[in-house]
Structures are given as structure tokens and as C-alpha cells.
């Protein structure tokens, strides 16, 4: 089986489905998305994928969404996926692909769904 996960190391969620995912021999695409954020069309295609609003994907505690203003903003899709295409840490992590399908795993054991 095979994976892919927009991890960011210093999250315990993330490294915890990263083992999880390693520890079930899962071959794992891993990807930064600090480094290297999705754009607006993939953010798109994975909210879709997780039947999940954006604002559902939004961390509210990072400095950045009070700064953008994003409060006012929850019911604006477009404005909310440009913002975490920009601001990747308001990206809640860990998001995980699988051929069984795409979830935040959060808590990290919700990614045994997708590999079992």
C-alpha cells in the first residue's frame, strides 16, 4: 500500500500517523507542506476528497488568521484555501491520501482507516 502525508515534524499528530504509517509497512510519500504548501486546486481537491469545508481544515490559533482577518471570513471558501495556500501553517495536519481515501487523521489513529 501506499501513502501520501502533508506532515509538518514538530506536530505530534503528524509524526504519530507518520509511524503509524511506517509501522504497517506503508510506503509513505512525505511532504512538507511547510515547505512545500499546496496550491488553491489541490487544498480544493483534498477538501473535496474529505468532504470537509475549509473551514473545517482552518487552524484558528495561528497568528496569521487573526492578522488576515479570516473570523469575518468562514463562509468564503475561496478566501479561506487562498489564505492556507499562502499561510500553509494554518493547515491542520496531519492530512493523509490512501487508495481507501483521504482524512486529517487527528487523532493520528484515524489513519488506520485508510490502510486497513
Not at 11 to 27: D, I, M, T
Not at 31 to 60: C, F, H, K, V, W
Not at 64 to 81: F, N, P, Q
Amino acid at each position: 500500500m501506499q501513502a501520501t502525508i502533508w506532515h509538518n515534524n514538530r506536530c505530534s499528530n503528524s509524526r504519530g500517523a507518520l509511524a503509524l504509517l511506517q509501522e504497517a509497512g506503508v510506503e509513505v510519500e512525505v511532504i512538507n507542506y511547510l515547505d512545500t504548501p499546496p496550491s488553491p486546486a489541490q487544498l480544493r481537491e483534498l477538501l473535496d476528497a474529505m468532504g470537509m469545508p475549509a473551514r473545517e481544515l482552518l487552524r484558528s490559533k495561528e497568528t496569521a488568521y487573526s492578522e488576515l482577518g479570516l473570523a469575518s471570513k468562514l463562509d468564503d471558501e475561496a478566501a479561506l484555501i487562498e489564505a492556507m495556500s499562502q499561510h500553509p501553517a494554518l493547515i491542520n495536519r496531519p492530512i493523509v491520501r490512501t487508495a481507501k481515501g483521504t482524512a486529517l487523521c487527528r487523532p493520528p489513529e484515524t489513519v488506520l482507516a485508510l490502510i486497513n
